[in-house]
């Protein structure tokens, strides 16, 4: 008798959870294991950023229960249009987090004294490298402009390089966020920094498989690059690898946020802490490329990769990493400008 009425509560307290996410970042195998764990159903919907926000706006954050938006389009989103609702943090199990993200996530998203957003998958940009042709001049962003790499370098004329560039001339940038004038005077620097570094480049990259095979070639011998792109090529030469920064890798991270009308909370906290669990989120990783914030989980994924990760990213490099906040209004005005000045410069 007892067993059959654990097993009814069980089923009586099922929920479906309507999950808004990114492809790989709930798999299949996972979703069986969670169902079977829990009783709760998982109904998947594949989006992005742009698409997610324009939903739950659309619905004043109905149709969904977790969602999973970058962590710089929360605390925007929620003060023009009140979409989420804040998490509960005792309902989080913090402990299966790599702090320093868990805080620098909270951080970045906390509106009116209210956390609307925890981690889950990241990634980064930094550096991609020939090891035995760059040799080991190449360890921060501005050493792109060394004498000795000259003609061999490449990087993107994007909003990364004026950012890794900036923190690599022992700026700030993010500090001067809040101040257009002070962020005018950090990217002013950044642009000579970048029309004096132009001799160096063989050429901008514009799409990730170009730069694969710049590098495969070995026509560049350092990038500005993301780690995935990285771990790949190593797969093929193992000269070839991500290296983070001395100043820090630049980061992003895709978040859990609760939708305004979600229905369903308590199956959203249970996926968030299951998810979570090093081995599963092992499992995460190999469906969607990228590590997860779960402390731990880089042990339990496949040897090869495994090997990558913690030769590019020691603890000390994970807790250096600089994660993008919220951008305000106005800063791309001004990094437009320094890019196009930089892309026109003889």
């Known amino acids: 008798m007892g067993l059959a009425m654990a097993g009814f509560s069980h089923t009586a307290n099922a929920d479906t959870l309507r999950l808004l996410t ?67 943090m005792s309902k989080i199990d913090k402990g299966q987090f790599i702090q320093s993200m868990l805080e620098a996530t909270m951080g970045n998203t906390t509106v009116e004294g209210e956390v609307y957003g925890v981690p889950h998958v990241w990634g980064t940009s930094g550096l991609v490298m020939n090891t035995k042709m760059a040799g080991d001049t190449v360890k921060d962003y501005t050493d792109l402009c060394d004498p000795a790499v000259a003609g061999k370098v490449s990087y993107r004329l994007k909003r990364p390089t004026l950012i890794g560039f900036a923190f690599a001339m022992g700026l700030d940038p993010f500090a001067a966020y809040n101040d257009a004038d002070a962020y005018g005077e950090v990217m002013s620097k950044v642009e000579a920094k970048l ?41 093929d030469n193992p000269d070839i690898t991500f ?21 369903a909370d308590d199956a959203a906290y249970a996926w968030i802490n299951f998810v979570m669990k090093p081995e599963i989120a092992a499992m995460i990783t190999a469906a969607a490329g990228n590590f997860t914030a779960s402390q731990g989980a880089d042990a339990h994924a496949e040897d090869a990769l495994k090997a990558r990760y913690q030769a590019s990213f020691p603890p000390e490099a994970v807790d250096n990493i600089k994660w993008y906040p919220p951008v305000p209004a106005g800063l791309e005005a001004i990094e437009g400008g320094v890019l196009d000045r930089v892309k026109a410069a003889q």
Not at 243 to 263: C, E, M, R, Y
């Open 22 to 88: 990114w492809g790989g970042y709930a798999p299949e195998d996972v979703i069986a294991l969670f169902e079977a764990e829990t009783g709760h159903t998982v109904e998947v919907t594949k989006s992005n950023n742009e698409e997610m926000i324009a939903k739950l706006r659309a619905t004043g954050g109905g149709g969904f229960d977790l969602a999973q938006p970058s962590q710089d389009r929360i605390t925007g989103p929620q003060l023009e249009f009140g979409i989420y609702k804040p998490i509960d």
């Open 243 to 263: 290296v983070a920064p001395a100043s820090g890798a630049l980061g992003w991270i895709d978040t859990f946020v609760l939708p305004a009308k979600g229905q």
């Open 195 to 235: 029309i004096d570094c132009k001799a160096n480049v063989k050429t901008y990259w514009g799409g990730g498989d170009e730069l694969m095979g710049l590098v495969r070639s070995g026509e560049v011998v350092a990038s500005m690059a993301w780690d995935t792109g990285g771990w790949k090529l190593n797969a």
